[in-house]
């Protein structure tokens, strides 16, 4: 990675906030990326990073990628990221999680977070205790309860959009759909595929999650090492970043890429690499939106109202559809038409804004 200074100029972050309270073993980033439409706002993920820059980058590119995701999906917010460095296994604790709700609270409100890799409801409760800017929370506290589900919809939501686009046609039955990641997401996600008729394989690193799958519906199970070259219609990535790059890109053989793990590209070239092959890429800020969109309902006016979030989610689908439209007719790379949607949202409110403050026309 370039200097940090570098890399913010070149995407325009507004901040990045070192945390560290040693009496806990508190070590994390915060970083904001644009708050044009509101607040920063990004769930709070705890990985073992190989190192602190890796933290830190990992926390930027995030936090842009919520910037972009609110943006395409007609949500007023602002995108941030919060990343707690430690074994989620081994290093969480109370006081961990309440002494981050205090550093957000010292934010004023600059941004608000929620769950994430590595996190749950409960370390949501925890930072509940010291700020109010916790929107994942649940539904005894006010908020949406788990979000897993929500965002499964979504991905699912935008692979039929996908399949209409490649196949004719919307329906997912006796489509092969390779998952994976059997995670919060993954795990839901497979059910949904069992649901619509489609022929299911999945993959993971850990025994107990295929265990737990395997368990509640007949799937095939593949080797994780494996599973990315794998035959199939479609390939559903559910786990960490950068499964799209230049060792997997000609392994691929796929007609459609869909799923929720964030940063699929590990460079933006291996989108163009995906076009050149003639596969059909869904970015992974459109179709995983499902869950923000679902959980920071609570945030409207009334409080979360569980329909309104649903069909707000299911309109990932029309999103995905004019995104395929706009990659189209443009010419362009999907990853590409993505940003174009959300950026040129951003920029209509960016000089509505503007002109409103000299007075020349009304918000």
């Known amino acids: 990675m370039e200097s940090i200074f570098g890399y913010m100029e070149r995407y325009d972050y507004e901040n990045v906030f070192l945390c560290q309270d040693r009496t806990v073993g508190l070590r994390a980033v915060i970083a904001i990326h644009d708050t044009t439409l509101g607040p920063a706002t990004g769930g709070t993920r705890m990985w073992t990073y190989p190192s602190e820059m890796e933290a830190i980058e990992d926390a930027l590119r995030l936090a842009r990628g919520m910037t972009y995701k609110y943006a395409a999906a007609g949500v007023n917010l602002g995108g941030g990221k919060c990343v707690v460095i430690g074994d989620p296994r081994r290093d969480k604790s109370e006081m961990l999680f309440r002494a981050l709700g205090r550093f957000i609270h010292r934010l004023g409100g600059l941004y608000i977070t929620g769950e994430d890799v590595g996190t749950t409801l409960r370390e ?17 506290w006010g908020g949406a309860g788990p979000i897993g589900g929500a965002t499964a ?9 996908c399949a209409r686009a490649v196949y004719g046609s919307d329906a997912l039955e006796g489509r092969t759909v390779t998952v994976q990641g059997l995670g919060a997401v993954g795990s839901e996600v497979v059910p949904l595929l069992v649901k619509e008729g489609a022929r299911v394989v999945v993959a993971d690193i ?4 295929v265990q737990a799958v395997t368990d509640r519906v007949r799937v095939e199970v593949a080797d994780p090492d494996e599973v990315v070259g794998r035959e199939a219609d479609i390939f559903c990535p559910c786990a960490l970043g950068g499964i799209i790059n230049a060792e997997t890109v000609p392994a691929f053989r796929v007609r459609i890429i869909c799923g929720s793990a964030n940063n699929q590209l590990r460079e933006e070239r291996d989108g163009d690499a995906l076009e050149a092959r003639g596969i059909l890429y869904a970015p992974d800020y459109i179709v995983n939106a499902g869950g923000t969109i679902f959980d920071t309902d609570r945030l409207n006016p009334g409080g979360f109202n569980r329909e309104r979030a649903m069909a707000n989610v299911a309109r990932i689908y029309e999103t995905m559809s004019s995104l395929i439209r706009i990659a189209r007719e443009e010419r362009i790379p999907t990853y590409r038409a993505a940003d ?10 960016r000089k509505a804004r503007l002109l409103a403050s000299r007075g020349e026309v009304p918000m």
């Open 340 to 349: 174009l949607l959300a950026e040129r949202r951003i920029e209509a409110v």
């Open 153 to 161: 919809f979504g991905v699912v939501q935008g692979m039929k959009a």
């Open 124 to 140: 949501m409760e925890y930072m509940r205790m010291e700020t109010p800017y916790v929107v994942t929370l649940p539904a005894s």
């Open 206 to 209: 850990d025994p107990e999650k």
